[in-house]
């Protein structure tokens, strides 16, 4: 069990038999009454969240997480294919559960599945992943305007912005956070 005390962002928690991450915890001792926490907090299943205020000392439970490294596979359409990379064992997670991953998925690409009541409820990509682009505007020399982007399709179907100065079948870096440009990779 958590109390208030413990709660934190990043601290994974269970409601009502549902598990939830912490987004933003504020602790507030006003000059009348009791101390409360001021939480939002997302659902790990559904994605949505919620807002409450918990009082000093209230309880909550910790949720039965397992997290696992996986290998990315394949798409057979309507689910994604993992694959345990201890024991060999094939996973399918709903295409629904994947929007947010969709676009970073490459073949072979390592992840970390993390797993509530054996059911797969969140995929962990790795910060960067490095992509080939398939198609983009060719880039003229003197393009070196700081900030200048221009959009370019990736080997995974998805479009990034990337500087002015990346061409066609140049491998990229691109931050799976926040989806931006890093760096230009050498083959």
């Given at each position: 069990m958590y109390t208030t005390k413990d709660f934190r962002k990043n601290l994974k928690i269970e409601i009502d038999g549902e598990p939830f991450v912490i987004v933003e915890a504020t602790h507030v001792k006003p000059g009348k009454g009791v101390a409360f926490v001021k939480t939002k907090y997302k659902s790990l299943i559904?994605?949505?969240?919620?807002?409450?205020?918990?009082?000093?000392?209230d309880k909550v439970s910790k949720p039965e997480l397992e997290e696992r490294d996986m290998q990315y596979l394949y798409n057979d359409?309507?689910?994604?294919?993992?694959?345990?990379?201890?024991?060999?064992d094939?996973?399918?997670?709903?295409?629904?559960?994947m929007e947010e991953a969709k676009p970073y998925l490459k073949d072979n690409l390592e992840v970390s599945v993390l797993f509530h009541n054996n059911r797969a409820i969140n995929v962990d990509l790795p910060n960067f992943v490095v992509m080939e682009v398939?198609?983009?505007?060719?880039?003229?020399?003197?393009?070196?305007?700081t900030g200048v982007t221009k959009p370019a399709e990736v080997?995974?179907?998805?479009?990034f912005n990337v500087p002015l100065y990346i061409n066609q079948g140049e491998l990229i870096k691109i931050d799976t956070r926040t989806g931006d440009f890093v760096e230009r990779v050498k083959k």
């Amino acid at each position: 069990m958590y109390t208030t005390k413990d709660f934190r962002k990043n601290l994974k928690i269970e409601i009502d038999g549902e598990p939830f991450v912490i987004v933003e915890a504020t602790h507030v001792k006003p000059g009348k009454g009791v101390a409360f926490v001021k939480t939002k907090y997302k659902s790990l299943i559904t994605g949505r969240v919620l807002s409450k205020n918990f009082r000093s000392g209230d309880k909550v439970s910790k949720p039965e997480l397992e997290e696992r490294d996986m290998q990315y596979l394949y798409n057979d359409g309507e689910s994604y294919v993992f694959m345990d990379t201890s024991s060999y064992d094939q996973i399918n997670i709903p295409a629904e559960a994947m929007e947010e991953a969709k676009p970073y998925l490459k073949d072979n690409l390592e992840v970390s599945v993390l797993f509530h009541n054996n059911r797969a409820i969140n995929v962990d990509l790795p910060n960067f992943v490095v992509m080939e682009v398939t198609y983009t505007e060719p880039g003229f020399k003197g393009d070196t305007a700081t900030g200048v982007t221009k959009p370019a399709e990736v080997d995974t179907g998805a479009s990034f912005n990337v500087p002015l100065y990346i061409n066609q079948g140049e491998l990229i870096k691109i931050d799976t956070r926040t989806g931006d440009f890093v760096e230009r990779v050498k083959k």
